[in-house]
T-cell receptor, first 115, second 114 residues
Framework: NAGVTQTPKFRVLKTGQSMTLLCAQD?????MYWYRQDPGMGLRLIHY???????AKGEVPDGYNVSRLKKQNFLLGLESAAPSQTSVYFC??????????????FGQGTRLTVV | AQSVTQLGSHVSVSEGALVLLRCNYS??????LFWYVQYPNQGLQLLLK??????LVKGINGFEAEFKKSETSFHLTKPSAHMSDAAEYFC????????????FGAGTRLTVKP
């Protein structure tokens, strides 16, 4: 039982390159989230999904796109990477609304550097 | 929109000493409050949460936090620090039960000296 798995764990991109970060969960959770973590700023929500086929913008969505084609996977895309997107990215999931469980489970993070 | 402020980006204590990490929140509606811990090179792990039940919340690893509405605070405490408590701690607030409007504090790095 892997929980929440992020791929890759590290990546260095050149400015203007594109990449996709994958988040996979095996907990059958409906809700999935992408955060970025920057020094002194905590975690900020980029995009989230409340179910397969649905996505919504979070606090800092610009420069990112997401897709949730399958319930267990949530992809975060950078179409044209910029140095300002250098950060640690975390995926999180939690249970279906109504089960009254608000604990979010986090992946181990992806450290992205854009040069 | 709700927000949290963590007072002190770094806190250092001696092993066996009291741990106190401060968090103040701002919310126009009753909040749900959380403390998460992040060990090096790992994701966040829930320590405890307040969801409008008991104001004194006990979590894992001997940590607890008290919700004080009059002070808009949710400080995290542990009576006796252990070396293994060294980590970064994040306070978070939401009024939405499903985390999609959760706001995190900037974090407090706890160092435990032998």
């Amino acid at each position: 039982n892997a929980g929440v798995t992020q791929t890759p764990k590290f990546r260095v991109l050149k400015t203007g390159q594109s990449m996709t970060l994958l988040c996979a969960q095996d907990m059958n959770h409906e809700y999935m989230y992408w955060y970025r973590q920057d020094p002194g700023m905590g975690l900020r929500l980029i995009h989230y999904s409340v179910g397969e086929g649905t996505t919504a913008k979070g606090e800092v969505p610009d420069g990112y796109n997401v897709s949730r084609l399958k319930k267990q996977n949530f992809l975060l895309g950078l179409e044209s990477a910029a140095p300002s997107q250098t950060s640690v990215y975390f995926c999180a999931t939690d249970q279906v609304f109504g089960q009254r469980d608000t604990e979010a489970f986090f992946g181990q993070g992806t450290r992205l550097t854009v040069v | 929109a709700q927000s949290v402020t963590q007072l002190g980006s770094h806190v250092s204590v001696s092993e066996g000493a009291l741990v106190l990490l401060r968090c103040n929140y701002s919310s126009s509606v009753p909040p749900y409050l959380f403390w998460y811990v992040q060990y090096p090179n790992q994701g966040l792990q829930l320590l405890l949460k307040y969801t409008s039940a008991a104001t004194l919340v006990k979590g894992i690893n001997g940590f607890e936090a008290e919700f004080k509405k009059s002070e808009t605070s949710f400080h995290l405490t542990k009576p006796s620090a252990h070396m293994s408590d060294a980590a970064e701690y994040f306070c978070a607030v939401t009024h939405d039960y499903n985390n999609n409007d959760m706001r995190f504090g900037a974090g407090t790095r706890l160092t435990v000296k032998p």
